[in-house]
């Protein structure tokens, strides 16, 4: 989650914002990174009819972040559960805080749905929103408590790693749990990140450069497809919808050279692989 980035400062083409997802339709996409339960209540529902309309799964980050808790957001989606896929987590701009008797209520949440859940997460790191020393020791140790319930519990982790990749990549490896790097934008690091773990690549990769030079380096076994809904949308002035993870499928074709359905085969192994569901 990219909580204070804009949504929707993406490219210039607003024409239509489900330009070619029709025919990818019959394909059966699945957007493996994405919070339905952060639009607005009244459009939760509506969102989630139209992204049944053209993925086969969303996996849904429930993350700890302000009010949006986990408890609230878990009781919003759960009616769909079997097609959202939940992870339970506590988000770097939240753990800056070091609110510790949150950290508790969360865990213990956590561990009492322990069986429902297909990953911890997400969780993570975020020096760019965490400035002062105190924010990033309170980040990082709250960061390892969710790695080692992770690892307690032999579940993998969905990570949120901004400006402090190296570090998170290090963390995780330290843990020795399979990790899942999602909206990963660091090049440089991404052949370490896919050293650790699965890459994702989100809607982004529509307007950011750093994402394509990702998607160049990293390779289909490693891969996710992502939209972070309902932030990083890839049309200017309209919220992301897991119906565009079309978008990052139809980039990385092009990137990649590769048929759109070799990408989400790969990607559907990678799901099974990492997540354990059969899709
Ligand atoms: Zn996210």
């Not at 949006?68 to 759960?78: F, P, Q, R, T």
């Not at 020096?127 to 969710?146: C, G, S, V």
């Not at 079309?246 to 192994?269: F, G, H, N, P, Q």
């Amino acid at each position: 989650m990219s909580v204070f980035d804009d949504p929707g400062k993406g490219m210039e083409n607003t024409e239509n914002p489900e330009f070619d997802s029709a025919d990818l339709r019959e394909i059966k996409l699945i957007d493996c990174h994405a919070h339905m339960e952060l639009y607005r209540k009244s459009d939760v529902e509506k969102e989630i009819r139209r992204a049944k309309n053209c993925v086969r799964a969303v996996f849904d980050s429930i993350t700890e972040y302000r009010k949006a808790h986990v408890h609230k957001s878990w009781e919003l989606l759960k009616n769909h559960f079997g097609f959202i896929f939940p992870t339970l987590g506590y988000h770097p701009n939240e753990a800056k805080r070091g609110n510790w008797e949150k950290v508790e209520r969360v865990e213990k949440f956590l561990l009492d749905h322990a069986k429902e859940i297909v990953a911890v997460g997400e969780i993570g790191l975020d020096f760019y929103h965490a400035t002062a020393d105190r924010e990033r020791e309170n980040q990082l140790r709250i960061f390892r408590h969710f790695l080692s319930i992770a690892s307690e519990l032999d579940l993998p982790v969905v990570v949120h790693a901004r400006e402090a990749e190296e570090i998170a990549i290090r963390e995780v490896e330290r843990a020795g749990v399979e990790a899942y790097f999602h909206a990963f934008a660091e090049d440089e690091l991404a052949k370490r990140a896919q050293d650790a773990g699965y890459i994702g690549i989100s809607t982004g990769i529509a307007f950011i450069p750093k994402v394509k030079r990702v998607a160049e380096k990293v390779s289909l076994e490693r891969m996710f497809v992502e939209t972070d809904s309902p932030f990083m949308s890839p049309f200017r002035g309209v919220t992301n919808n897991p119906c565009n993870v079309s978008v990052a499928v139809r980039e990385l074709e092009r990137l990649k050279s590769t048929e759109a359905d070799e990408i989400v085969s790969a990607v559907l192994k990678n799901v099974r692989d990492f997540f354990g569901v059969e899709l």
